[in-house]
């Protein structure tokens, strides 16, 4: 059985960080593209970011470019998201999904977790 598990979500003052941790079971971790996605209250799920299955390719949505980075580690089975300079646009809920082929669109994932909300505040 597949599990992805987000942590790392919170409250954050606008301007500050959080980083969000995604652990998966039940694949082969390395064969996996990872994908961050989000969706605010009332608004449909976006992509947010994407790392190959090396980690070796990233991809990220243009309102979060220079600010978040997406990275894993194969050892540990889990994929990060590294956010800085937080605005409050950027409150919501925040999703790890698993892709054979890493994709900005969310039907191309096989695999979701249950999400980890953020909320930044102004």
């Known amino acids: 059985q597949v599990q992805l598990v987000e942590s790392g979500g919170g409250l954050v003052q606008a301007g500050g960080s959080l980083r969000l941790s995604c652990a998966a079971s039940?694949?082969?971790?390395?064969?996996?593209?990872m994908g961050w996605f989000r969706q605010a209250p009332g608004a449909e799920r976006e992509f947010v970011a994407a790392i190959s299955w090396s980690g070796g390719l990233t991809y990220y949505a243009d309102s979060v470019k220079g600010r978040f980075t997406i990275s894993r580690d194969n050892a540990k089975k889990t994929v990060y998201l590294q956010m800085n300079s937080l605005k409050p646009e950027d409150t919501a809920d925040y999703y790890c999904a698993a892709a054979r082929v890493a994709s900005t669109r969310g039907p191309a994932y096989d695999y979701w977790g249950q999400g980890t909300q953020v909320t930044v505040s102004s």
């Open positions: 039940g694949l082969t971790f390395s064969r996996y593209a």
